[in-house]
T-cell receptor, first 114, second 116 residues
Framework: EAQVTQNPRYLITVTGKKLTVTCSQN?????MSWYRQDPGLGLRQIYY???????DKGDVPEGYKVSRKEKRNFPLILESPSPNQTSLYFC?????????????FGSGTRLTVV | AQSVAQPEDQVNVAEGNPLTVKCTYS??????LFWYVQYPNRGLQFLLK??????LVKGSYGFEAEFNKSQTSFHLKKPSALVSDSALYFC??????????????FGAGTRLAVHP
């Protein structure tokens, strides 16, 4: 089944403790992206990647890092999480090489930073 | 500035009645428009998209959307609502060419509640 897989689904952590949220897609998509969803704000782009070793900032990149060493994987790294990063995170991929034809989304990761 | 507005936080409709979820957008160039649905504890699922062609687009689960260029709108519609349609709906537009078409810009979402 074609899908985007995120892990973990739920995560509670403490301020300052580094964490990684994994994302993997099995569709051979070049384009991948991370979004966060907050009530009243919709989804906002954190980072995106056009291909292996090609990443760039989205609208809200502060406090996040990403890497793209393999086409299928696009992990999101929070080096020193803070409470304002408590959110619902989605990984997405696209077949078009850009966002032009829409996304396939993962199931989401609900992160709580205390 | 690129943006998407969903003016209603919540839409309430009785089962069997028609429903409309509103969306307006602002983006330079020809808009690529999308609707997604989010069920509780699930990711976002694609419903439909408009890229070019007929202004009335048909999508999944009996939903359709009407593109209106003069009003910069892309309202989601369904002729007869089901209780199972209750969910959070997001409208999105592709970002501008100046940004390399590298993102979708989402509205804040509209919660649809269909009552029996």
């Amino acid at each position: 089944e074609a899908q985007v897989t995120q892990n973990p689904r739920y995560l509670i952590t403490v301020t300052g403790k580094k964490l990684t949220v994994t994302c993997s897609q099995n569709m051979n998509h070049e384009y991948m992206s991370w979004y966060r969803q907050d009530p009243g704000l919709g989804l906002r782009q954190i980072y995106y990647s056009m291909n292996v070793e090609v990443t760039d900032k989205g609208d809200v990149p502060e406090g996040y890092k990403v890497s793209r060493k393999e086409k299928r994987n696009f992990p999101l790294i929070l080096e020193s999480p803070s409470p304002n990063q408590t959110s619902l995170y989605f990984c997405a991929s696209s077949s078009s090489g850009t966002a032009s034809y829409g996304y396939t989304f993962g199931s989401g990761t609900r992160l709580t930073v205390v | 500035a690129q943006s998407v507005a969903q003016p209603e936080d919540q839409v309430n409709v009785a089962e069997g009645n028609p429903l409309t979820v509103k969306c307006t957008y602002s983006v330079s160039g020809n808009p690529y428009l999308f609707w997604y649905v989010q069920y509780p504890n699930r990711g976002l699922q694609f419903l439909l998209k408009y890229i070019t062609g007929d202004n009335l687009v048909k999508g999944s689960y009996g939903f359709e959307a009407e593109f209106n260029k003069s009003q910069t709108s892309f309202h989601l519609k369904k002729p007869s609502a089901l209780v199972s349609d209750s969910a959070l709906y997001f409208c999105a537009v592709r970002g501008a060419r100046s940004g390399g078409y590298n993102k979708l810009i989402f509205g804040a979402g509209t919660r649809l509640a269909v009552h029996p």
